[in-house]
């Protein structure tokens, strides 16, 4: 069999799946989307704001907004600058003529939260964490909302984990729970693809490797503001593997709420503008299923979460 082959027509077919959901972008009308995106135009890098089936560009307009998110969150730039230059619209791209990025590239940590959902729990048999259960990602891990995920053939248990994940926005130490959304920016929809394999049985049971093999943390293309979403806990949440559905659920099931997460995280570590929380997976990811399903080179996942999208991954060889 001619993996390479097979590389290459899952990569094409991801990318017309992507641009197609590209192109029926949420609307504007009624109002200003404050929905930030990362974007290559051609060789040019730059920062801007999705609306329609257009990319309104900010770095390209006004020079003191860098061209990437994390280095906008650390800049204290204000939304009604933004605000300011969407309404204005000097630069407008066309959605079908950008490569959509990962909304957040090289942030200071990608932090994720297990066992944070009531069916995740429950498939398991496992009681609810009275506490938050952390681990962590290398932020090398992350990649594009169309971008393929490598089989590593060090693995044979490669797994599924939709999630909602939390962008920070500026700097957060010792937060009370009543005061954390000051500090969250917005939420985009991640991945945390998991070697299962290496999870329970290899590396003397710590996570991080079966965790942060390369390409394991797809991150969507928007990253949605504070304002557009006012409760993270009423949002749809779905993973689909070539089609067939998988995960179907909402973050109403949260164990441990976003609020919580940020609070008690910033009373143990500082939390840096750009900062990416996971904040676990539903029920329906392959290990727990009877029998269990794994991710295998050719298949196609499709991760959506209600208010802020949804993008789509190829599975490739890592050769």
Same mark, same amino acid.
């Given at each position: 069999?001619?993996?390479n082959?097979i590389?290459?027509?899952?990569?094409k077919?991801?990318?017309?799946?992507?641009?197609r959901?590209a192109a029926?972008?949420?609307?504007?009308?009624g109002?200003?989307?404050m929905?930030?995106?990362?974007?290559?135009?051609?060789?040019?890098?730059?920062?801007?704001?999705?609306?329609?089936e257009?990319?309104?560009?900010?770095?390209?307009?006004?020079?003191?907004?860098?061209?990437?998110?994390?280095?906008?969150?650390?800049g204290?730039?204000?939304?009604?600058?933004?605000?300011?230059i969407?309404?204005?619209?000097?630069?407008?791209?066309?959605?079908?003529q950008?490569?959509f990025?990962?909304?957040?590239t090289k942030?200071?940590k990608v932090?994720?939260?297990?066992?944070?959902?009531?069916?995740?729990?429950?498939?398991?048999?496992?009681?609810?964490?009275?506490?938050?259960?952390?681990?962590?990602?290398?932020?090398?891990?992350?990649?594009?909302?169309n971008?393929?995920?490598?089989?590593?053939?060090?693995? @044979?248990?490669? $797994?599924?984990?939709?999630e909602?994940?939390v962008? +920070? =926005? *500026?700097?957060?130490?010792? #937060?009370?729970v009543?005061?954390?959304?000051?500090?969250v920016?917005?939420?985009?929809?991640?991945?945390d693809i998991?070697?299962?394999?290496?999870?329970?049985?290899?590396?003397?049971?710590?996570w991080?490797?079966a965790?942060?093999?390369?390409?394991?943390?797809?991150l969507g293309?928007?990253?949605v503001?504070?304002?557009?979403?006012?409760?993270?806990?009423?949002?749809?949440?779905?993973?689909?593997?070539?089609?067939?559905?998988k995960q179907n659920?909402s973050?109403?099931e949260?164990?441990h709420r976003?609020?919580?997460?940020?609070s008690?995280?910033?009373?143990?570590?500082?939390?840096?503008?750009?900062?990416?929380?996971l904040?676990?997976?539903?029920?329906?990811?392959g290990?727990?299923?009877?029998p269990k399903?794994?991710? @295998?080179?050719? $298949?196609?996942?499709e991760?959506?979460?209600?208010? +802020? =999208? *949804?993008?789509?991954?190829? #599975?490739?060889?890592?050769?």
């Amino acid at each position: 069999m001619n993996f390479n082959r097979i590389s290459r027509s899952v990569l094409k077919n991801a990318s017309a799946v992507y641009k197609r959901f590209a192109a029926r972008s949420f609307s504007c009308a009624g109002g200003l989307a404050m929905r930030f995106v990362q974007y290559k135009d051609g060789n040019d890098r730059g920062l801007g704001i999705q609306c329609d089936e257009q990319v309104i560009s900010l770095s390209g307009v006004d020079k003191t907004i860098p061209i990437d998110m994390v280095s906008f969150l650390q800049g204290n730039h204000s939304i009604e600058q933004v605000k300011n230059i969407v309404e204005e619209k000097k630069i407008v791209l066309q959605s079908n003529q950008v490569k959509f990025l990962p909304c957040i590239t090289k942030p200071d940590k990608v932090i994720c939260v297990g066992l944070n959902y009531k069916g995740h729990c429950d498939e398991q048999n496992r009681p609810y964490p009275v506490e938050p259960f952390f681990f962590s990602k290398f932020p090398s891990t992350i990649i594009g909302p169309n971008e393929a995920v490598k089989h590593s053939s060090k693995s @044979k248990a490669l $797994d599924w984990e939709v999630e909602l994940a939390v962008v +920070i =926005g *500026k700097k957060c130490r010792d #937060v009370n729970v009543e005061d954390a959304y000051e500090y969250v920016f917005g939420y985009t929809v991640a991945q945390d693809i998991s070697a299962r394999d290496w999870q329970k049985t290899r590396n003397n049971g710590q996570w991080l490797i079966a965790k942060s093999m390369d390409t394991f943390c797809p991150l969507g293309s928007v990253l949605v503001h504070k304002s557009e979403i006012p409760d993270p806990h009423q949002l749809q949440i779905k993973c689909s593997i070539n089609g067939n559905l998988k995960q179907n659920g909402s973050t109403n099931e949260l164990i441990h709420r976003v609020d919580k997460l940020v609070s008690f995280l910033s009373n143990l570590i500082t939390l840096l503008p750009g900062d990416v929380i996971l904040t676990g997976t539903p029920s329906g990811v392959g290990v727990f299923r009877d029998p269990k399903e794994f991710l @295998k080179v050719g $298949d196609l996942i499709e991760s959506e979460i209600s208010s +802020i =999208g *949804k993008m789509t991954n190829p #599975v490739v060889a890592d050769y």
